[in-house]
């Protein structure tokens, strides 16, 4: 048998898409990817991806993509059913690296929360608080964003193919700035931006419409946010004012970022 003939029959790796608690914005992330994903089909064998097909083959899956955070008690029980199956897995976006914006409830009486929304609250399986995968389970890799950026996917499964470590950068959001040339909306405008502590991907988006960085996602690990909030109460934002600013798609990691480095 050639080389050729025996390459060919070689199964594919199979790759799993799993949601938690979430928006399914990064799941279409990847349908968004439309040519680039033909290819991927070509690459992998998609096994289990619930938001582009009902036909679920069973694990084990050689590569996992998990979107949601960790919510109710099913959530926990089934993420390790997931890790059980997944050679590799990788966390995609701000609810499943950080926890998401329904991360908020970790700050608040979660049983208060439910009789507000819902007219049976009896009803509602809860944990008190919405945690990262990586609370639960060992990850591989963590690729932020919320929504992520759909070349940063590409290069994530690019690499699993490949065999070698995804080339994302971790370096901030002011990094962005300077290589499409715009003014920094904080120092020129005073206008509040998370840009010097937060993790590249998007671009730059907002801050290259005047906009100040929200921070989606989440904080760069070479930036230290206990230096840029000073910046911030000079700018004329309160306690309370920064606290809601950073209450956002990535609560948890800011909120530890924030005190990591007091004394």
Do not use: W
């Not at 069973?58 to 993509?65: E, T, V």
């Not at 926990?76 to 609810?95: F, K, W």
């Not at 962005?176 to 005073?190: D, E, F, M």
């Not at 907002?206 to 946010?225: E, M, V, W």
């Amino acid at each position: 048998m050639t080389d050729t003939a025996a390459s060919s029959e070689r199964p594919r790796p199979r790759l799993g898409v799993f949601k938690f608690a979430s928006c399914d914005g990064c799941q279409l992330t990847l349908l968004d990817c439309e040519d680039e994903l033909l290819a991927v089909a070509d690459e992998l064998d998609i096994a289990h991806f619930l938001e582009a097909s009902s036909d679920v083959v069973p694990g084990p899956y050689d590569l996992a993509l998990v979107e949601g955070s960790i919510s109710t008690p099913e959530h926990r029980e089934r993420i390790r059913r997931v890790r059980a199956a997944s050679r590799y897995l990788v966390t995609i976006g701000a609810c499943a690296t950080a926890g998401g914006i329904q991360a908020l409830r970790n700050f608040a009486d979660v049983t208060e929360y439910a009789q507000t929304v819902y007219a049976r609250p009896d009803y509602i399986e809860t944990l008190a608080t919405s945690t990262p995968i990586s609370a639960h389970v060992p990850v591989d890799f963590e690729l932020r964003g919320c929504p992520i950026d759909r070349a940063q996917l590409l290069e994530v499964i690019t690499a699993f193919l490949a065999g070698r470590e995804p080339g994302i950068p971790n370096h901030s959001v002011c990094f962005s700035c300077k290589q499409r040339g715009n003014v920094c909306v904080l120092v020129a405008h005073g206008t509040p931006c998370l840009g010097p502590v937060t993790h590249a991907g998007c671009g730059a988006l907002c801050p290259t419409y005047g906009r100040g960085c929200y921070g989606c996602y989440g904080p760069a690990a070479t930036t230290s946010l206990p230096a840029l909030i000073p910046v911030l109460r000079h700018e004329g934002m309160n306690e309370q004012a920064i606290e809601r600013f950073l209450h956002t798609f990535n609560v948890t990691a800011f909120t530890a970022a924030e005190t990591e480095d007091r004394p």
